[in-house]
C-alpha cells in the first residue's frame, strides 16, 4: 500500500465549505484573540466534511485502507470534533457577552417592565396580601416601577420609593405627592446617604434583586437602613430552569431557589420568618414561553398574557398555591427580620 500523506490534500470543489466557514467565523469575531484562534483551528479541510470522503478521496489516490489510514482517518475525525467543540464555546462566549451588555443597557434605560403590570391590580393585591402581617409603619420600596404598589400597601407612616430612572420618579413624584420618591442606586455606596441616613422597619424589595448584578451589595444596603426588628420583604423570580427569554428581555441576572435565598441572607445580621415558593400557575406560565419567540417585553402577545392573568388566572393561583409552595412557583417570597 502507498503510505498515507499527514494531511491528505482534498480537491479544491471539497475545500469551498472550509473556505466558506473560516470566512464566517472570523466575519463573527470580535476580538483579535477570537480572529487567531479562528485562523488557527481551520488549516485544514472543513470540519463538516464526513469521515467517508477521505476515505473516498484516499482510495481515488490509491492509498490502501490499512490500519494507518484508519488511525489517520481518527485522528482527522478527533480533530474537526475538537474545532467544532471550540467553536461553539466561542460562539456561546460571544452570545453571553452580547447578552449581558443587553442586560445592562435596559437596567440603565429602564426598559425592563412590560405596560400590562401597570394594571395588574388583583396580582399586586396578592403580594401585598401575603407580606400584610409584616409591614410595620415606615415603608422604604425598592424600585418604583410603576407605583401601582404604592396604592395599595398598608402604610400608616412614612412612605419612600427609590429607582435607577430619572424619568420613574419624575412620573411618580407627579402622581403622588404625598410620597417621597428619591433617585439611588441600591448596588452602590453612599445608598443610606441618599435617604438621609434614615432607618425603616419594612424595607419592601419585589422583582428587583435579579436586575441587580452585585446582589450582595444591594442586599447590605438593604439592610444598612433597616431598623432592629424591622422586616426585609423579599420576592424574587423562582428556578434557574425557568430562565428564557423573557428573562434576558426583562434584564434578568438570575433567577432562585430557596435554599439559594437563604444562603444570600446567612450572610447578614437577620433571622428568616418566611421562606417559600408562590404563584405556582404563573410559574407554569413562564416555562410555556420558552417556547415562543418575544423580541420586545413590552409586546402585545405578553401584555395579552398579563390580563388574561390577573383577571382570571390569580384566583386560580391563589388556591392552588398553598399545596405547591414548598416546591414550586414563579417566585420566592421571602421575610426576614434584621437582627
Known sequence: PVPLPLPVPLPAPLCVPLARARAHALARARSRPFQALARALTPFNDYRLPNRLFRAHARGHGFAESASFMTICKFFAVKYMFQILVYKIMEEVRSMTERKENTVRRVRGGGTMSSGMEGADNYVRWIVDVFRPYFGENVLEIGTGFGNFRRHLPCRGRFVSVDIVPETIESARSADREGVYVLADVSCGGFGEKLAGELFDTVLCVNVLEHVEDEAKALGNMFEVLAPGGRLLLLVPAFGALYSEMDS?????????????????????????KLEYFNPVGGAGWWLNRFARHADLDGALINRQIRF???????VSRAVNPVTRGFFGQSVVCVAVRK
Open 249 to 273: 428581555l426583562a434584564g434578568h441576572f438570575r433567577r432562585y431557589t430557596k435554599g439559594e435565598v437563604g444562603r444570600l441572607l446567612e450572610r447578614f445580621p437577620c433571622g428568616i420568618v
Open 309 to 315: 392573568f390577573d383577571r382570571v388566572l390569580v384566583p
